[in-house]
């Protein structure tokens, strides 16, 4: 279901909605630097394998020195992926992966270009409101004249995003606002009369429908005329 305020995937007024993500289309997640420390210590954390902390070994190793882990890598695609588009579009969340390539290894101070192709579309129909991007996700490393080197990862997935919200038109609001309103032959008799009465009761203005009086036994209820049916 679309967010009430249509928000991006960081929560500012969203800019692109799932109309815009037409297949065919290129987004530049821009580049990013891979920090020394910063790969280390994600390792060192979550992927404590030898070749992705052990600098001693690593270097004695076929990788010929430390490599980032993959996941690592995979995190900083989404890193981009999210400030360079996420943060534009009136994205929901994901409903899967269905492929992620670590096609070569990397290695700190790399520069790695980052972009995200539009693979195809369609009306979600699990989530109304909603339509599913097909994308697929590249890193390629740079070399020292920013020319690509070398893929480093692919990844296929797909995202959800919301439909563009419809404006209503003035001119029919307007005028599903004037068959709302109430007109005279909505009104009750007595308030188009200005007579304040109760509903269904009788008016001092109608001598016709003032009964009988108390004291007169010529209009009692056991007369012929109380007694004639209608």
């Not at 821009?30 to 992927?47: I, L, P, Q």
Request: proline letters at 10%; charged letters at 25%.
């Amino acid at each position: 279901m679309t967010t009430p305020d249509a928000r991006s995937g960081t929560g500012r007024p969203a800019e692109l909605f799932f109309e815009d993500l037409v297949p065919g289309l290129t987004v530049d997640l821009g580049v990013v630097t891979v920090d020394a420390d910063e790969m280390v210590a994600f390792a060192r954390r979550f992927d404590p394998q030898w070749y992705h902390v052990d600098p001693d070994l690593a270097a004695a190793s076929r990788h010929g020195g430390l490599i980032a882990s993959g996941f690592y890598t995979v995190s900083l695609f989404m890193r981009a992926y999210v400030d360079h588009l996420l943060s534009r579009a009136a994205a929901d969340a994901s409903p899967g992966l269905e492929e992620l390539r670590w096609l070569a290894p990397v290695r700190a101070g790399d520069r790695l270009a980052v972009r995200v192709d539009v693979m195809g579309a369609r009306p979600s129909t699990a989530r109304p409101g909603l339509g599913t991007v097909s994308l697929t996700g590249t890193m390629l490393r740079l070399g020292p004249d920013d020319r690509p080197e070398q893929e480093v990862l692919r990844t296929r997935f797909r995202g959800w995003f919301a439909v563009r919200p419809v404006e209503a038109d003035p001119a029919e609001v307007e005028a599903e606002a004037t068959e709302a309103a109430p007109t005279d032959a909505d009104q009750p008799d007595a308030d188009r009369r200005g007579v304040d009465q109760p509903d269904g009761g009788p008016t001092a203005a109608d001598p016709s429908t003032v009964g009988p009086s108390d004291g007169d036994p010529t209009q009692s209820s056991g007369s012929p005329e109380a007694r004639r049916p209608d």
